[in-house]
């Protein structure tokens, strides 16, 4: 099955399965990540390009997935002055990325320069905005008391959702948020180094928009497997 195109299918109102699962390519270089994608792409319309594939490739894996049909996720987790985070949120606009994460952290100034540079950079090429996500407390971090005043600051600073784990939808969906949900594992996976996390099928049944799925599916034995099971999961969930 060949991915549907980025501009044909717009992240903004996600309607299946498919839509709702983002591929973590956490894999190695391009090589390794295009053989994931190419092995499991049938069930997910974005991928996720963090700092060890950025790291590896830079913003050539922007093009190149966009190039192949996928969505694109920026995980750089922008955190530095707000003038720097704009600048740097410019040029990712620039790059046609369709989704850019702030860490929260920051503060509402710095998240609302980086929410600005990403139009600027958008408008710049005449793409339309990526959705912009404030980070909120990592998956890995077993203590989510910080989340309610993160959870503010990208309300205030006009982040179009949040980065948070399963736990905390319900309460990002009250505050009008899209989730970008990490730490997502099938019943009785490992849990590798997530702390705070949630099944495929509870965490879209409590109302989160996007799943991040990552070593459940590119670390499994069958890889194409998981995939379908994930996605079937999510497709009941939907259903239901």
Known sequence: MTPSSAADDPVWNPATARDRLVLALDVGGMAQAEAMAARVGEWFSTVKVGMELFAEAGPSAFARFHDLGYRVFCDLKLHDIPTTVRRAARVHGRNGVDFCNFHTAGGEEMLAAGVEGLREGAADIGLPVPVALGVTVLTSDPDAGAFPGR??????????????????????????MRTMVPGIRPAGAALDDQARVGTPGAAIADGATWLVIGRAVTAADDPAAAAASVHDEVAGALAG
């Open 151 to 176: 959870l503010a600051t990208a309300v205030a600073a006009g982040c179009d959702g949040v980065v948070c784990s399963a736990l905390e939808v319900a309460q990002a969906a009250a505050a009008g």
